[in-house]
């Protein structure tokens, strides 16, 4: 299983791989899910009697998480459907990518991705997930997940408990001229590698300035929350004898409150490849 790389957004611009599936290099970590929720779907979750321990559409939001101590992340929930919402979360080096389907019997299940070049692999998982939503803030716990990189996972961190604080509830809909206009992501060094031209009705066209690859697609506002719906596909060149390739990837996308800086996570449908893209004007 091979993952599409994004790269240190704190190094300088490293040498490009051979390969054509680079999907970005990040922006600045602080930034991570500034405005990114859940996979695709647009749907409100509610309570199923005699059968939840967790109501889907109550984790609705951004949420906070130190690891105990280590590898800060962000989740940001997004409900899917009646029973179910789903969550995409980033650490804030942006090498590890987690995406969780949440259900309302409290399993929580998916993938998690080591966004670097040496461990470009996925990781399949399985957990729980509880929740205190009357504290203040409100908090969220998945336990037996490994939701750290694949790598780590001798280090103990499968058998720990990932707590997050609730920062934004995301329950005000999204605007769709918010992600319009032209974005691009850069290296530490500020040398340009991708550039995104989103429309006021979310159609979007880009290209990868150094290996040669496309984007074409949409980001559609959410009207259940304050992110959106992110459908686009990634073209790339052939590179010797290989033969061209196109990635159609899923996912979200959220905007900062002051309108320039853009997170954009995303998977394949056989889960095989992700990305994570972050994007300034």
Not at 72 to 84: E, H, K
Not at 104 to 117: C, K, V
Request: charged share 10%.
């Amino acid at each position: 299983m091979t993952t599409t790389l994004t790269h240190r957004p704190a190094l300088p611009a490293a040498p490009l791989p051979a390969a054509p599936l680079l999907a970005a290099l990040t922006l600045a970590a602080a930034s991570m899910l500034a405005a990114c929720g859940g996979s695709g779907g647009d749907g409100t979750a509610g309570p199923i009697q005699g059968k939840n321990t967790v109501d889907p559409a109550q984790l609705q939001g951004r949420w906070g998480s130190a690891l105990g101590g280590r590898d800060p992340m962000t989740a940001v929930v997004v409900p899917d459907s009646a029973d179910q919402a789903s969550a995409w979360i980033l650490s804030h080096d942006a090498l590890t990518l987690v995406k969780l389907t949440l259900h309302s019997d409290g399993n929580a299940s998916g993938m998690s991705y080591a966004l670097d070049e040496s461990d470009a692999t996925g990781q399949a998982q399985t957990g729980q997930v509880t929740a205190r939503l009357a504290e203040n803030p409100p908090q969220m716990a998945l336990t037996g997940l490994n939701a750290r990189a694949a790598a780590n996972a001798a280090a103990g961190a499968n058998a720990g408990v990932v707590a997050f604080d609730q920062s934004d509830a995301m329950s005000t809909p999204a605007v769709q001229t918010d992600a319009a206009g032209a974005w691009r992501a850069s290296a530490g060094n500020g040398s340009r590698l991708i550039d995104w031209t989103v429309s006021n009705s979310g159609q979007l066209t880009g290209s990868h300035t150094s290996t040669g690859c496309t984007y074409d697609g949409s980001l559609l506002a959410m009207t259940s929350g304050n992110s959106f719906n992110a459908q686009f596909n990634q073209s790339c060149p052939g590179v010797g004898a290989g033969a061209a390739q196109t990635i159609a990837f899923s996912g979200i996308a959220t905007v900062n409150p002051s309108k320039n800086r853009m997170t954009v996570v995303g998977t394949s449908a056989d889960d095989a490849h992700a990305v994570a893209i972050l994007f300034q004007k």
